[in-house]
């Protein structure tokens, strides 16, 4: 299924990392954040995932979720007419550079499937990382958001159907309104069919 990889961090990099990002986001995105990594450990233990990568990459998902629009635009521009008309969905690559100009470096395996987690979880998971996947999982089904539980059930014992239930669910919500789909979100729902 997905490589199962090591990440240790000690209690004081931990604290440091949850103190930065408490700082960042208002509370209630913290409280979001907390579900997230809970829910995305216990998706990723389910599944043979690495709980505490997952843990770790839920906990940063959102770390630039708060910022201005100017400061989105500023660590990830545009890629396409989707990023410059709604900055917001820049908020997962923002965060990926945010992460790595405080030197979160991704030098190793692990890092490197952080950071790729908390830069697609708003457009999608890269196929092969079971990490991205069960953050991507967590975000849109975290109980306190009151939707996508049938998602979240599944995860626990199917990941793969989960994610292309949680993909085709949100690339059909969006064509059925009439909204254009970023790019990355298509790619992953085509690496999914």
Same mark, same amino acid.
């Given at each position: 299924m997905y490589a199962q990889s090591t990440f240790a961090a000690t209690p004081g990099q931990f604290q440091g990392w949850l103190s930065r990002v408490q700082l960042m986001v208002k509370p209630r995105r913290f409280e979001h954040v907390m579900r997230v990594a809970e829910l995305a450990r216990e998706i990723a233990?389910?599944?043979?995932?690495?709980?505490?990568?997952?843990?770790?990459?839920?906990?940063l998902h959102d770390v630039a979720r708060d910022l201005p629009d100017s400061e989105l635009l500023r660590l990830a521009?545009?890629? !396409?007419?989707?990023?410059?008309? *709604?900055? &917001?969905?820049?908020?997962?690559?923002?965060?990926?550079?945010?992460?790595?100009?405080?030197?979160? %470096?991704?030098?190793?395996? %692990?890092?490197?499937?952080?950071l790729e987690a908390v830069e697609d979880h708003t457009t999608g998971?890269?196929?092969?990382?079971?990490?991205?996947? !069960?953050?991507?999982?967590?975000?849109?089904?975290?109980?306190?958001?009151?939707?996508?539980?049938?998602i979240r059930e599944l995860a626990l014992h199917d990941l793969p159907t989960a994610l292309r239930?949680?993909?085709v669910s949100k690339v059909t919500y969006l064509q059925g309104r009439g909204i254009e789909v *970023?790019?990355?979100? &298509?790619?992953?729902?085509?690496? &999914? &069919?």
């Open positions: 233990r389910a599944n043979g995932i690495d709980p505490q990568l997952a843990y770790w990459a839920g906990l521009p545009p890629e !396409c007419a989707i990023d410059a008309a *709604h900055p &917001l969905a820049l908020h997962g690559r923002a965060g990926r550079t945010l992460l790595e100009h405080w030197g979160f %470096s991704g030098h190793t395996q %692990s890092e490197r499937t952080i998971p890269r196929p092969g990382n079971g990490v991205s996947a !069960c953050v991507y999982i967590a975000d849109v089904s975290e109980p306190g958001r009151g939707v996508n539980a049938d239930q949680a993909i *970023h790019p990355r979100t &298509l790619g992953a729902y085509h690496s &999914l &069919l």
